[in-house]
């Protein structure tokens, strides 16, 4: 009897449901198809061989949980309100609350279950849609692969009826405590501030600004300090991040709260009395909202940023330290096996075997100080070629030939770094290299793989004629390293490099046949661990060997993944943005709808109407962008950080400018469909 | 007297060619200044129509409506909203307060929407609503206070802008007995100390009591017309009954 009375009454309410219902199948679809990528094979393998990967994978899984959570909540507790004046008649009438509350769990348990079903189907097409979307974004050749996956079906389902019935207990447990007289009247109460005096208010204000001041800083060394320190700073920073933002919002309302009821001339000046109760009306609940959109937009441009810099790193990064499609290092000068080797299997274009040389530090590195890549580089030795070699790298690169007079000097570095090297050497244009003073007539940026393979960021160029004492130093260098005073045997180049270009990309057969032609020696190793001193052996070999091609496909799949997941995560938190600020007005609108009826009853006319509510979806869908905006700059450089050695800070900016105006755009177009549709709603029953 | 509203020949028709319902049938009357004019009848006899019609929700299908000199059955489309907020006062049966708002500033709304200046409105709200005895309640939101007070409320919002005429549809409606009595009289009060021009709509016998004139509708016609002249309430009571019951088979309706 109770259950036809209450489906009927359900069926009654079709419209309210119908906005609970897409709610659920909406989170779910979105839960799932995050599921789905975080149990792919492909995240698996990157997990597995990145600790601190895996640990981010978690970190997001909670904020989604979180945030679904409270999605739910915020339906299910609208439902319960809308039909409060029911369950309360129905306990006038004399029907125990028990039954009531049994009545509504088993309604929900219904509903959920049914909108679990949709979600996953919905899931499913879901994330083929963001797949491709991404896929032609990124134009990139390789493919995560997901396909319909029975396990992220099963985190799914468990995430979700975890969530659902700890929500389902707690309406229970509302439907149980609350007075039949607070149900009937329900609806029309307003929402009490949660921090009541000032003082209480200023300060959880400040611990917010200190929260999220922490945790850009922690965040921060976690990026810097190249530690296994690094996975818990963020984590700590991410957990700070979460509570300043909620924390800042439920203060800052507060503050507009005692704005407002401490000044009459300004609570009366046009709408603002209408704007202000309206948001006050729902404090609590806006708050918090406010805190979880802010929290998705952090979320949002950090993941939008994350993948654009993965995207420059892998171009920038092969650009710059792959010139040559084959690139090999050694000891000695043999490099006949080497050469017949890469005749034979490749379409070999043009090869050359030249000299590095070491010598000591020249000064050259102070370019670097005060900047983020300070420590960074080897400053202990400096990096040493000569000009034929040079012109005949650039012949092969096509660059043209560059000519020195006796005396003079070029240093060629890393795009990145050679604006630094600009400024140094406008107050230090002479430097003294192996005991003779040298000019440097200019500092070049071309990419001759200056990441190690020629030279740490930048090499220094030198006329022929000075090779011979060059010579000397790198000699005296080798032999006295060893020395405690000049120990710098472990900065030194092997010396003898060889580059060819070849017509076609070479692959990681080849690439694994070219090291296996080095030699290899055992080498005794003596250290001292925890002061006891201990011999192990290590395998060394004789140089080493890098192809473009190994590392394209290598990298390909690294970044390819990351950057997929930073903007697949980023699209489903505008989704989840879009759902959730959907729902919030649509579910009040039939409040508003009552209230701005009145208004022109009294003799509002539509032009104001339709102004005043500009206002207030305005507030809604602008404030909750002021904190992710400003905090999310200097997270995003932090991270970006550990990418400038291949990506230019003009980049990082361009990257964030780029995000930011995507979000815009996509949020402007919804901010827009909003408008017009809750104008509609309000004008359109006229 | 002045007159302040003019109603001639209005006629209101719904439905289509084949089948029209005259909701009004030719009304007219006249409101002077300072009058508490009451309008009884029936369900279906077109009262709440009629109001709808004066206070520009609803538009006439013939005739022409006055508010002094202003004809507003041809006021333009864009230009209603203003005309309402300036010259027109509502109460409501369901007191149409906002939740959201205090009692204090459910009052200054409609100040606001006129944008009177803030400094002013302060003193104009705690004014009226000392005239009408809710200033102990100010600082309380509608759902914690009693229906008599709402709509003391409703009538202070309808009068502090000193609009030109007071439209109320069935105030005492969602009111007791006691209440009731208690907003009339304050009604009564506005209408005699404030000058106020009220015109009700009602189908309770004693709140028509405390009008000084009333119309009778019927089937979308004036019916009948009395005035209360110098007779006491409670004689005037007893003539609505009697009218009321020449209305006929619909006169238990009206009880």
Known sequence: ??????????????????????????????????NSIAVSSDIKELSSSMEYFSKAITGISVIIILIMAWLINYTMRFMLEKRSKEFGTYEILGIEKKSISNMFTLENLIIGGIAFIIGIVVGTFLYQVLNSIIMNLFNQPYQIEIVFSLKAVGITALYFFGIFVLVLLN????????????????????????????????VTFLISVILLISAVVINHQGFTNASNMAGRNVFIAIIMLILGIYLFYISISSFIVKRYLNNKSRK???????????????????????????????????????????????????????????????????????????????????????????????????????????????????????????????EMLGYEKVTLK??????????????????????????????????????????????????????????????????????????????????VAYYLDFGYNLVATTESMTDEKFYDGLNELFEKKELIVAEEINGEEQEYSVEVTSGYAQTKGERMSQAKSFYAIISFLAFYIALIFVMATATLLAIQQLSDSEKYKYRYELLKKLGMDELEINRTIFKQILFYFATPMLVPIVISI????????????????????????????????????????TNVQFDRNINGSR | MKKILKVDQIQKYYGNKDNITKAIDGI???????????????????????????????????????LEEQDITEIKEEDIAKFRRKNLGFIFQDFNLLDTLTIEENIALILTINKVHEKEIDKKVLEIAKKLGIDDILNKYPYQVSGGQKQRCASCRAIVNNPKIILADEPTGSLDSKAARQLLEIMEDMNKSMNATILMVTHDPLSASYCSKILFLKDGKIFNKIEKGDNERKAFYNEILDVLALLGGDARDVR
């Not at chain 1, 980049?651 to 755009?665: A, D, S």
Request: hydrophobic share 40%.
């Open chain 2, 28 to 66: 007219s009357f006249d409101v002077e200044e300072g009058e508490f004019i009451g309008i009884m009848g029936a369900s279906g006899s077109g009262k709440t129509t009629l109001l709808n019609c004066i206070s520009t929700i609803d538009n006439v299908s013939a005739g022409h409506i006055y």
């Open chain 1, 634 to 673: 200097p997270i995003i450089l932090s991270v970006g950080g550990i990418f400038t050695i291949a990506v230019t800070m003009e980049e990082i900016f361009r990257n964030m400018l780029i995000v930011l105006g995507m979000l815009i755009l996509v949020y402007g177009i919804y901010f827009i469909a």
């Open chain 1, 171 to 202: 309406c229970r447990r509302k439907i149980k405590k609350t007075k039949v007289y607070d149900l009937l009247y329900l609806d029309k109460k307003n929402e009490n501030n949660m921090i009541k005096n000032s003082k209480g208010n200023i």
């Open chain 1, 268 to 394: 009366y000046k046009k709408d603002n009395m209408f704007l202000y109760r309206n948001l006050i009306s729902k404090i609590n609940t806006m708050s918090v909202m406010m805190g979880t959109i802010a929290l998705m937009f952090t979320i949002i441009l950090v993941g939008g940023n994350v993948a654009l810099l993965m995207n420059n790193m892998l171009n920038n990064e092969i650009e710059m330290g792959y010139p040559f499609e084959i690139m090999i290092s050694k000891e000695d000068n043999d490099f006949s096996k080497f050469k017949e080797y890469i005749s034979e299997n490749t379409d070999v274009k043009d090869m050359y075997e030249y000299r590095l040389y070491n010598i000591r530090k020249t000064g050259l590195s102070k370019a670097f100080e005060g900047t983020q890549f300070e420590g960074m580089g080897v400053e202990e030795i400096e990096t040493v070629m000569s000009l034929t070699d040079y012109n005949k790298l650039r």
């Open chain 1, 406 to 487: 006796d005396d003079e000097i070029i240093i060629n570095s890393l795009k990145t770094v050679k604006n630094l090297f600009e400024k140094y050497i406008e107050e230090n244009n002479t430097i003294k290299i192996a005991d003779i003073d040298v000019k440097i007539k200019e500092i070049r940026g071309e990419n001759l793989a200056q990441i190690g393979f020629n030279g740490y960021y930048y090499t220094i160029i030198v006329p022929d004629n000075l090779i011979p004492m060059i010579a000397k130093e790198d000699e005296n260098l080798r032999n006295n390293s060893g020395n405690a005073e000049e120990d």
């Open chain 1, 1 to 34: 009897m109770l259950g036809k009375l209450s489906f009927r009454n359900a069926k009654r309410q079709a419209k309210d449901y119908v906005i609970y219902f897409i709610t659920v199948i909406i989170s779910v679809a979105l839960m799932f198809s995050f």
